[in-house]
């Protein structure tokens, strides 16, 4: 069974940037990413304006534990734009890093430089905690198979028709055997039921003359 390890991260802010919109006023988002291999989970904050932003926005990663030293965590920031959203520099660092620089499990507040990803040129500071929380060990389903917490989206199985319940003077539906789904045994409260006309041959008994 795979333990998680709760990853809180708060991403607080950034300095320095450059505005590639000189006659506007810039507005920067982050977009945070947890990498391991083929699997991406992306989450990103909401927008802030100026050179300087501050967001003071935390975001949860649940990370496998085996996968600690495989993982990366990665900070891109952009800027947005009419003709299209525009990378300002990114921060990428492995998760086993941040586990090491803080055994202790406390918040940690630390400083990156921020880089473009073509040039590698430094284009600003970034700024942002991290925290790693006590082992998770996720619930088996009914399969056995254990699933990573927190996924209120996950689609349930659907139950199996069961078949409606039989009630008094009346039993249980017949398929197959007649016209009806079911043929009752007599009306409740000692009424008779009118003749039934026969269905098919049109052979409907015609009443009796009283001349």
């Known amino acids: 069974m795979e333990n998680y ?48 932003p501050k967001w003071n926005h935390r975001i949860k990663f649940p990370v496998e534990e085996k996968a600690i030293h495989t993982t990366t965590l990665l900070f891109v920031l952009r800027q947005h734009r009419i003709c299209g959203d525009k990378d300002i520099g990114e921060v990428s660092i492995p998760v086993s890093e ?11 507040v630390v400083d990156y430089q921020l880089v473009q990803s073509m040039r590698g040129k430094s284009v600003g500071t970034f700024t942002f905690s991290h925290q790693f929380r006590e082992n998770v060990c996720p619930a088996r389903d009914a399969t056995g198979s254990s699933h990573p917490p927190a996924n209120n989206h996950q689609q349930g199985n659907i139950p199996a028709y069961q078949q409606p319940p039989a009630y008094a003077n009346y039993p249980a539906p017949q398929y197959g055997t007649g016209v009806g789904w079911y043929h009752p045994t007599g009306p409740p409260g000692g009424y008779q039921y009118p003749p039934q006309q026969q269905v098919g041959n049109y052979n409907q008994q015609q009443p009796k003359s009283t001349d």
């Open 5 to 52: 390890r709760p990853l809180d991260i708060t991403v607080i802010s950034a300095t320095g940037l450059d505005n590639f919109l000189y006659f506007f006023r810039m507005r920067v988002y982050v977009v945070v990413s947890l990498l391991n291999g083929n699997s991406v989970v992306e989450k990103k904050t909401h927008s802030t304006h100026g050179r300087n």
């Open 98 to 108: 941040l586990l090491e620089a803080n055994p202790s499990g406390s918040e940690k």
